[in-house]
C-alpha cells in the first residue's frame, strides 16, 4: 500500500533545560514520513524555499519518500519555528514562527500520488485539509492531525472535515477543547460521534487512547529515560501507525491495534534526541526488539 | 498472611462540578483497609472520636477488617477533610482540614497485630511511622505512602524511613519533588536509590510506573468514563496491591506486576462514586471481569 502525507516541511530551532539546536530538520510531514518509511514507502506533498539544503532532501528521499510533492518555491524561505521546552519536557512555549512559503500552501497532489491507499493530513488549516481529499481518489484510510488553533478558529469547517475522515489524531488538551469535555473517555467518545471511524487521543509522556464504536483502550508511553526533544514525537507517532497498517495491508482491529503500539514506539525513539537524529540510528529490528519489551512489560 | 495498615479514619465532605457529599466515610487507612479485604483480611491501627459513627465500624468490621486497633477517644472529634475537586477531577483543592484527634495520633499496634506479615504505614509523619516500625516484629514486607509536606517538612526523617522500608508508593509530583528530577522515569529511579526494594509511582488518571532494581514498567489507568470522586483512589490502589500479595502469599516479581494490576483496577471502581460506595456494590468477580478486559485491552 501507499502512504500520501500532506503537512509541513520546516526547518526548527529548539531549547531545551540542557541543550539547543538551531535550524534542524522538522516538520510534521517530514517526522511522519521518516517513521512511516520503516515500514513502507511514502509519498510527501509539502513546501520549501530554495534555502531548504539539499541534505536534507537527500537524506528524506533515501529513505523511500518520494518528493515528487515537494514544491520549491524560488526566492521563497521555509517554514521556520522556534521553540522552548520547559523543565517538564512536556509544555512548551513558541518563541518564533515564520510561516514564509507555509503561509501560502496550496497542495498540489500529483498526478502518481492520486491514488494512494492511505492518506494522512497532518495539521493544517481544515480548508487546506480538505483540499487534499478534493485530489485524491478512492483512498481507503484518511487520518487528519489538528490543533487548537484551528478548533477554535475553524470550527465548523474542522467538524466538515471530520465528518469526511476515517481517524483523527488529537492530543489531549485539543479533544478536550473539541468537546469541551474533561474525562478523555467521555472526550473521545464524543468526537468518535462526529463521524469517524476511529479517534486517537495522544497523552505525550502518559501514551494513547483509542476508540471505535467497539472498542477503547489505552497505551501507555514507553517509559523513556533520555527525553532530550519532543518534537515531532507526535507525527512520528501517527507515521509508524500509517507505516505498519500500510505495511500489514489491512485495517482490521487487531491490526490498528499492533499500529498504534509500533506508533507508541517509534515516538518513543524519536524523543531520545534531536530532529530525526534518535531515529537515523536504529533500523526496523530495533523498534521489534523494544516492542517485544513493550509487549513483555504490558503482561502479567 | 495478615496485613496491618496504619493511618487515618476519617469523615469527608466532598465538593465535584456535579454533586456534593457531605461527610461520608474516608480516610487512607479506611480506603486501604476496603481495598485490601478483597482479598485478604486487614487489622486497622487509627483514631477517631467519640462523634464517629457506628454504622462505619458495623460496614469495616463486616469485611473481616479488625478494629482492635482503633482508638477511640472520649469526647473528642473524628479528623475531618473537606475538598473540592476541579472541573478536570484530578487536581483538588483542600477548603477545611480539622485534624481533631489525629493531630495527636500516637499508634498503638495490639499485641496480636504485632507479627503482621504485610505492614502498610499510610501517609503521615514520617516519625509517626517510625513509630509503628517500632512495634511490629519480623514483618516480610513494609511500604509506604507520603505526600509533599513531608518531603518539604521532614525531609531527613523521610529519607531515613525510606531506608528502612521495602517499598514506597508515591505520586507523580511528590516524586519529581523527592528527587528534584522532571522525568518520571529517572525520577523512579533515583528514589530506588534511597534504599526501597521497590518503588511505585502513581500518575492519577494516567496509571502507575514500577521500579525496582531489575524491572521498570508502566500500567495504564483502566479507562473509566464515570469519574464522580477520585478521593482515595490511591488508596485503595495500594490496598488492593496489597491486598492481593497477602492472599498470593509471596513477593515474586510477577506476583507483584499482577498485584499492580489488580490496585489500578480497584482504584478504576473507586473513581466511579464517592466514598466507598462504588466498592460496597461490587464483589471480588466483578474486580476479575475487569481484569480480564485489562489483560485484553493491553494485548496485541
Tied chains: 1, 2.
Excluded: C
Aim: aromatic share 8%; hydrophobic share 45%.
Amino acid at each position: 500500500m501507499s502512504i500520501l502525507v500532506v503537512g509541513s516541511v520546516a526547518i526548527d530551532s529548539v531549547e531545551t533545560p540542557k541543550q539547543t539546536r538551531e535550524r534542524v530538520l522538522g516538520g510534521s510531514a517530514v517526522h511522519f514520513s521518516y517513521a512511516a518509511s520503516f515500514f513502507s514507502p511514502v509519498q510527501l506533498v509539502g513546501v520549501v524555499g530554495d534555502d531548504f539544503p539539499d541534505e536534507h532532501l537527500v537524506l528524506l528521499r533515501k529513505r523511500n519518500i518520494d518528493l515528487a510533492g515537494l514544491q520549491v518555491i524560488a526566492g521563497g524561505k521555509t517554514f521556520h519555528w522556534k521553540g522552548k521546552y520547559l523543565p517538564n519536557m512536556n509544555d512548551r512555549e513558541t518563541l518564533e514562527v515564520h510561516l514564509n512559503v507555509f503561509g501560502d500552501f496550496e497542495p498540489q497532489v500529483p498526478e502518481p500520488f492520486r491514488r494512494a491507499t492511505i492518506v494522512f493530513l497532518a495539521n493544517g488549516a481544515p480548508m487546506v485539509q480538505r483540499k487534499v481529499l478534493e485530489q485524491v481518489v478512492g483512498p481507503k484510510l484518511v487520518v487528519a492531525d489538528t490543533m487548537d488553533l484551528w478548533i477554535r478558529e475553524t470550527h465548523d469547517e474542522l467538524l466538515a472535515l471530520i465528518k469526511r475522515i476515517d481517524g483523527i489524531v488529537l492530543n489531549d488538551s485539543e479533544a478536550k477543547l473539541l468537546t469541551q469535555e474533561e474525562n478523555l473517555v467521555q472526550a473521545g467518545k464524543r468526537v468518535l460521534a462526529m463521524g469517524p471511524k476511529f479517534v486517537i487521543i495522544k497523552k505525550g509522556e502518559h501514551g494513547a487512547m483509542f476508540f471505535s464504536a467497539h472498542e477503547t483502550y489505552v497505551m501507555p508511553a514507553f517509559p523513556t529515560e533520555t527525553v532530550v526533544d519532543p518534537t515531532g514525537a507526535g507525527d512520528s507517532f501517527a507515521g509508524g501507525i500509517m507505516g505498519y497498517l500500510a505495511e500489514q495491508d489491512n485495517f482490521e482491529p487487531a491490526t490498528l491495534k499492533r499500529a498504534l503500539a509500533y506508533g507508541v514506539l517509534i515516538a518513543s525513539f524519536t524523543v531520545e534526541d534531536f530532529s530525526l537524529d534518535r531515529l537515523l540510528t536504529i533500523g526496523r529490528p530495533d523498534i521489534d526488539v523494544r516492542l517485544e519489551a513493550y509487549q513483555k512489560m504490558l503482561s502479567f
